[in-house]
């Protein structure tokens, strides 16, 4: 083939993408206010559940110092310490880590990734946001209402979460509930968002099979929420109903203090059933987001494809399907009946052959790749380590016979904590310290990030390790105190001791990262365009960071897959998704423009 | 193309005569909004499914009293069936750019659902002057939150009826209406499905 001169079957004319009418703001505040760029909704989004997650944060702390050092601090009540317990696990689950990863991470990422201007409904996209800020505000708001925040635990089992008595039960649980419907109701608009613009809006060529996994983990995960939460949103209505009108659908009978309540014949169980059809859903809706991110990072850093694109994409896929059945292990001590709990059993230890078939996939592409130790990939390392680990303890309280032991102890929280705490954290700050640059053109500090790193990866693996052998002693959860108890060794105090200040340390790295970033912002090292050298769409756009509209005049036209990298033959370790064929500079040939062949070792596995 | 044709693919073969199937083929031909309406569908699908599990559950406890089923119901019903009739011959008259048909339904499919909305006002009030409080029975209480649930529903159809009403008023043309009225139909023919589903599990207990 002549220099420059392709024929027809090799070169596809620019795409003829219907152009779509893009918001233009007129004022400032319709442009950083009320905007409708989802890059600015996402910052708006990110900013916010970083700020609420700051508050879960301190919350953790003050559970911590009371269980590291009972009887010191006066002013963390058994009351106080239900509250924190309780705030704590919503915050961090929904307005953290699903509103990040997804009214995050997805609305900056999605459109750009897929080679999109924008969002396919801007508008709502934008309500979606102010509803989210409501919820929290609303959720925020009941610390300060007489009897103060719910404390009836994340999982707000009635009967107890509406019964006097437990705190908050007067206003706190209604704020809670109230502010979960809004969360559900915002979480809606924006999913619709993400589910269609990823099928409607993706640039020409940008077929299923080549999106990045980031958007398949966003992508599966917002069509899981989309199914997930309104189990929540039914259970927290009905809940409602039965705490303001007297209704029963979850209140049995019960004497309170010699009285019998108005309420007849509800059933709590129920309420568990819903709760966990959402709440299992749940884990997968942060961990799939998490797992694309990973896979992403990983591949652009070890300068080598993803091991198994298609077993991945599957393996999201078939986790997503299959987390709508495994919801009543969360139960198994709620005295179901046998068959049904071996059902359960057998459908999480399913799910975890997906699970490890994308650990193997992670750890064969770092496997002979040109690894770089950049921050963002030593996150996804330490991801993998946690993850494993937190898998692999999951796969015990899958079993009923092992589980009802372990059940209501440390044991579960150290589990939970290391597969959906720690886990899809360090892939939050894997992210941030990848994208950073695309964001601000700056680059986050690296011996700060260094810093960062080790203390996090290190310090939660010392949190949550040794808190496994505090459950197999036996040393409950959600207790205030545990004090002297027969079977629970003074050991188990210490042991609480260094926790606590293994909390505090890492603790204080997060506020060494939030510094990082705002002094970054301004004063970090310019990145340039594209620092990472990656395929994906996102890192083509014409300026860093992309401007409104994210792409030049033209649409990029999508010509290959998203891990082309250190492909044999060609001169550059990465081929752009968006390159075109006949701009390739192979090797050895003087840039002379050469087609693209197949390349012989991207062969399937 | 089928979704399971296409995520058998294997992106990292490049084949250029497949390359160029790729380029033609882009995402689905439907518009936006009616992707979007569909996947909403399948969330108020999972909503309604969810409630009505947990009332079919609970029809089989010893403590559950049936509501009566007040005559104005079936009156609501025949009026949310006009309202959908109606709002199918809106869409079928945008279908024909017939812009007076298009107004004639749309007016007619409003006017009809606010007519079904307040007749169930009427009736939850009328159960209530009767004594059927949410609080003493879960059959009632059911009865008011799956009605509740699906009137706030055409609520929101309301809005977006709204919106077709306002652009019709500013002089907007078949064309700037097609889709939306498409989409209110779709959503109108949904909900009385839903209607007819929860007003047969009503009489069916």
Redesign the interface.
Known sequence: MSNGVLDETQVIPPAEVEEVDLYHAKSFITKWVFSQDAKIIAIQYSTTAILIGLVGLVLSWMMRLQLGFPDTFSFISPEDYYQFVTMHGMIMVIYLLTALFLGGFGNYLIPLMVGARDMVFPYLNMISYWVYLLAVIILTASFFVPGGASGAGWTLYPPQAILEGTPGSQWGIILMLVSLVFFIIGFTMGGLNYVVTVLQARARGMTLMRLPLTVWGIFTATILALLAFPALFVGGVMMLLDRVLGTSFFMPEIIQAGELLGHDSGSPLLFQHLFWFFGHPEVYIVALPAFGVVSDIISTHARKNIFGYRMMVWAIVSIAGLSFVVWAHHMYVSGMNPYFGFFFATTTLIIAVPTALKLYNWVLTLWKGNIHLSIPMLFCIAFILVFLNGGITGLFLGNVAVDIPLSDTMFVVAHFHMVMGIAPVLVIFAAIYHWFPLMTGRFLHEGWGLFHFWITFLGSYLIYFPMHYLGFVGVPRRYYEIGETSFIPPSAATLNEFITIMVLIVGFAQVVFILNILISIFKGKPSGENPWDATTLEWQTETTPPGHGNFGDELPVVYRWAYAYSVPGVEADFVPQNLPPDQIKRSGSSGEAVAEDPPELHKPE | MG?FH????????????E??G??N????F?P?GK??LR??L??VT??FT??LI?YA??MF???WSPMPEPWILWVNTALLIASSVAMQWASNSAGRDNLGGVRDGLLFGGVLTFAFLTGQLYVWQQLVDLGYY??L??AN?FFY?LTA?HGLHLLGGLIAWGRSMLRLRRGGSVADLRLSVELCTTYWHYLLLIWLILFGLLLMS
């Open positions: 979704i296409e995520i058998t693919k294997k992106p990292w073969l490049a084949d250029p005569a390359d160029e790729y380029h083929q882009g995402a689905s439907l936006n992707v979007g996947v909403f399948c969330v999972v909503i969810l409630t947990a559950d609970r406890f010893a403590t949410a609080s029975n879960t209480a939150l649930l």
